[in-house]
């Protein structure tokens, strides 16, 4: 033992040195710390990305609940390390068969006020989130699938401690407290909001969990949880049309990442229903030959730029971009090298341009959530997930929350006379603008995974975290930092932080009109480190990235 101990002491030691250098070899960034520990607690099975991912939304259907879950749905892209393969699951909410493009109107032709369209049956959608991630688990799972929800269940039947956005949201959110079993869940007996650090139980989402567990996705088809749905959503005040043949009908949609170059790598994201990965690729094009690279980071040239860039796809994503099953897209003919050059020349670098053609007004929602998991085997998956504004359609069944995500369809079917392309139609979905992405190199290799929740604003929040790591070099937290510039046609947003408030005076003198304002964010990222990987999250969110 005595010759023993120093080789015990030194193998210890030189063991230290090598983990303190790795870089982790498998990671997950999301939006919350538990919900990191369920999908890292799964990696550490053994288990792939997507066995990860279930866990991970599991957990932040317990305790981020504003944001996403089981009444709600997503867009996931997943990466095959093994084939380098890239696999898309729609799992996006549908118009139920009884919907109608006029069903957001008043009796008076105008569009319902934006809360009252919120918080009615009219705005939940067939839910896709349990169907997608089963989906995904049968096809690139390998553990079971029952084992994947013990952590969230134990946290939702024991107890979780309420994060400082959970309550931010609950105070305010007010109307939320009018739904019964919410009051039950998340306010005080004299009906305050539970605050910060108060512990929530959620009895009723461990059984619905555990019922998913034993039974996967059928149970929100059919049988009581079902019914349920279909009777609050029809008995609603506003009612929807939502009906057992529509969660009956329910398909996950696979289709073909839509990829693009951007200087050496390609981009790959998600195309129609979702107007992101589009907008994404069009912005990157527009912005190529100016060369973000030179620039610092956020100075005057590519706040600017990116600002320019973003406006002239906002203007298209307003005229073209709806479900593709319905409408025509004509995604070639947007991402075509000669149209991006014609629509490049309205981008000059010493004037604004103004605003582009008419925008449907935009709707300010933060109920999503973005989840970035790498494995050990090289397998990643990009997940945006949600009910779409915070507690959804306020409404909770089983524990969970139904969602309003066809409040993401336009309210006017018509507008100057001819048909806009995002009205409501049966069986449609929502157009998105959840941009879960991934970024390979010239072997296909992948170089980093990126997504944000956010609404209209995940586009512009991927956008400039891709040009902070592809242009600037930064690393995933650091590019996530950066304070944020949006365009979405209209004003130029500039963050309330850093130094980016300091060029408003200097973009008005270009003829940008400057609204500075808070963000909300939401990007959760993982980049390419020497042999392993380094993450972020957004710093604005309770999120963190983690990895061993
Ligand atoms: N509800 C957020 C989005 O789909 O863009």
């Known amino acids: ?32 710390p538990l919900a990191v520990e369920a999908g890292l607690e799964v990696l550490a099975r053994g288990g792939t990305a997507v066995d990860a991912a279930v866990a991970v939304q ?26 380098r393969a890239i696999t898309v699951y729609d799992g996006r909410e549908a118009a139920p068969a009884g919907a109608t493009p006029t069903m957001f109107l008043g009796a008076d032709g105008k569009p319902l006020p934006f809360r009252q369209a919120v918080a009615s049956g009219k705005s939940v959608g067939v839910p896709g989130t349990v169907a ?161 690279s030179r620039d610092q980071p956020n100075d005057l040239r590519s706040v600017h730029l990116i600002a320019e860039a973003s406006r002239l796809v906002f203007a298209d994503r307003a005229h073209y971009v709806a479900d593709p099953a319905f409408v025509p897209v004509p995604v070639e003919k947007l991402l075509a090298p000669a149209y991006l050059a014609e629509r490049r020349t309205l981008i000059s670098p010493d ?24 494995d050990r085997q090289g397998n990643a998956v990009s997940f945006t997930t949600t009910i779409e504004s915070p ?6 069944v089983g524990g969970f929350i139904l969602n309003n995500e066809l409040t993401d369809f336009s309210a006017v079917a018509e507008r100057d006379g001819r048909p806009v392309a995002n009205r409501v139609e049966p069986g449609k979905r929502p157009r998105s603008s959840m941009s879960p992405t991934f970024v390979l190199n010239k072997d296909r290799e992948l170089v980093l995974a990126v997504g944000s929740a956010g609404g209209q604003r995940i586009i512009g929040d991927t956008l400039q975290a891709l ?17 944020r510039v949006l365009n979405m046609n209209g004003p130029t947003e500039l963050e309330e932080k850093g130094d980016l408030p300091a060029l408003a005076e200097r973009l008005r003198a270009l003829g940008h009109q400057v609204q500075v304002r808070r963000h909300e964010g939401g990007l959760t990222a993982i980049r390419r480190e020497g042999d392993g990987w380094g993450g972020g999250a957004d710093p604005r969110r309770d999120g963190v990235a983690k990895g061993d």
């Not at 210890?12 to 960034?29: F, H, K, N, S, T």
């Not at 567990?213 to 949880?225: C, F, I, N, S």
């Not at 040009?467 to 304070?483: F, K, R, T, V």
Request: proline share 6%; net charge neutral.
């Open 1 to 32: 033992m005595r010759l023993l101990r120093p080789l015990l002491v030194a193998v210890a030691l030189l063991a230290g040195a090598g983990a303190a250098r790795a870089e982790p070899r498998q990671m997950v960034a999301a939006a919350h």
């Open 58 to 83: 599991m957990m932040l259907g317990v305790v981020e609940p504003q944001a996403s879950g089981i009444g709600g749905g997503g867009f996931l892209l997943y990466f095959d390390g093994a084939t």
């Open 132 to 292: 997608l991630l089963e989906r995904a688990h049968k096809e690139h799972g390998t553990l079971a699938w029952n084992s994947l929800f013990a952590t969230s269940i134990d946290a939702a039947r024991h107890g979780f401690p309420v994060s400082s956005r959970l309550a931010a949201w609950l105070d305010q959110v007010k109307a939320f407290a009018g739904e019964p079993a919410a009051r039950a869940t998340f306010f005080d007996a004299d009906g305050a909001p539970k605050k910060q650090g108060d512990t929530v139980v959620n009895a009723a989402l461990a059984d619905t969990m555990q019922r998913v567990a034993d039974k996967g996705a059928t149970v929100l088809r059919e049988g009581p949880l079902a019914e349920e749905m279909v009777r609050r959503v029809q008995a609603h005040a506003r009612p929807g049309t939502l009906s057992l043949a529509d969660l009956a009908g329910y398909r996950v949609i696979k289709r073909e990442a839509l990829c693009g170059p951007y200087r050496i790598w390609t981009i790959c994201g998600m195309g129609p229903p979702s107007s992101g990965g589009l907008a994404i690729l069009q912005a990157l094009a527009l912005l190529e030959p100016f060369e973000l």
């Open 351 to 374: 004037r604004s341009m103004g605003v582009q053609g008419a925008v449907p007004p935009g709707y300010v929602e933060h109920g999503t959530s973005h989840m970035t998991i790498v």
């Open 391 to 396: 507690f959804g359609s306020l409404m909770m």
């Open 467 to 483: 040009i902070g790591m592809l242009d600037w070099n930064l690393s995933a937290q650091a590019a996530l930092d950066l304070p």
